[in-house]
């Protein structure tokens, strides 16, 4: 499960768009955090087909930090997967893009802040018995305080795995995934994000949102659409989020539960394996897979398998969107 942390300038609107979002309240004083599903109709389908007794979606957890770009709130910020930058677009004074542009810079210093701390520290080792290490550390921490310096977030230097990984355990802001969500008035939720921003941002009504968080589906959907919306907000955020963090879905079903699960595109079967446990990746020996619409048009799986549809994989398979998994492994 990945934790989305979301960032935004006072009156923005962030902490209604997290209550919307999560249909969460409040918890004065602490960071509010909410888990939410990862909408998928695919489960309900496999779930019927397979008779499962329990339904399983992916997840995500919102985190939405009181007191926004305060000390403590950049520490919590750093242990986070990624950002949800949100932005104020209604209001004759409503600046998005300068408004972004100021909580990049926002970031930047915090991360200069952070690099220049880390930088002395590992100076001072690499005089010292581990000077090696240290000294990659300091090639690192001197690239990415150049850019930090020239006020360019991390994103846009060239790290090597190790300064990549360097960086990483610093908890570098600009160096996560952003994803960007304009708060526009409840008439501009269907026309698309303000004007000047590059790569696009997401337009979402925070009000409108809120007003339907407390609706069912079929209620939800008759108000959306009243204002030519045909996707809640939190789907929108949610698939953003997972194109931000390069994550795919892959499934398991059976008698007992259909359950979604997350993993870096690109994942080998035994990394998949070892989301669903690490016995699985320990002892992987074959993957038994098939895709989704094979499977369904098969009816089920045991037809899937006799139809020649499903397929054994080995330790060098590359996982795919929506492959449907049966791992097989040795203890």
């Known amino acids: 499960m990945k934790d989305i942390g979301i960032v935004g300038m006072p009156f923005s609107g962030k902490s209604t768009l997290f209550t919307a979002l ?3 309240g409040s918890a004065g004083g602490r960071s509010h955090q909410a888990v939410v599903e990862v909408p998928d109709e695919r489960i309900a389908v496999l779930a019927v087909m397979e008779k499962s007794r329990k339904r399983v979606p992916a997840k995500v957890k919102f985190v939405d930090v009181p007191g926004g770009l305060t000390a403590q709130g950049i520490g919590e910020f750093r242990q986070m997967d990624a950002l949800c ?6 209001g004759a004074d409503a600046d998005p893009k300068g408004e972004l542009a100021s909580l990049e810079v926002e970031l930047v210093l915090a991360d200069l802040a952070s690099v220049e ?3 002395d520290k590992a100076r001072k080792k690499s005089r010292g018995a581990q000077a090696n ?9 001197e690239q990415a305080h150049a850019l930090l310096e020239a006020e360019r977030p991390l994103t846009e230097g060239t790290f090597d795995e190790a300064g990549h990984k360097v960086l990483s355990g610093y908890g570098a802001l600009t160096l996560k995934p952003w ?3 304009a708060n526009v008035a409840e008439e501009d939720a269907a ?3 303000p004007d000047g921003f590059v790569g696009g941002a997401i337009p979402i009504s925070a009000a409108l949102e809120a007003e339907v968080a407390g609706l069912d589906d079929a209620e939800a959907a008759e108000l959306l659409g009243g204002f030519g919306i045909e996707e809640r907000g939190l789907d929108r955020v949610v698939a953003a989020c997972y194109r931000a963090l390069d994550l795919i879905t892959f499934l398991t079903t059976g008698e007992d539960e259909t359950r979604a699960w997350e993993v870096r595109r690109g994942a080998k079967a035994p990394e998949a394996a070892g989301v669903i446990h690490t016995d699985l990746q320990r002892g992987f020996i074959r993957a038994e897979v098939v895709g989704y619409d094979d499977l369904v048009g098969a009816g089920s799986w045991d037809s899937a398998k006799g139809k020649g549809l499903l397929r054994v994989e080995g330790k060098d398979y590359t996982v795919g969107e929506g492959d449907v998994l049966n791992i097989r492994f040795a203890v």
């Open 191 to 193: 026309s698309g994000a």
């Open 133 to 141: 290490e240290a000294r990659a550390e300091v090639a690192a921490l």
């Open 179 to 181: 994803i960007v969500v």
């Open 85 to 90: 930058m949100v932005v104020r677009a209604y």
């Open 117 to 119: 701390n880390g930088l």
């Open 22 to 24: 999560t249909r969460a």
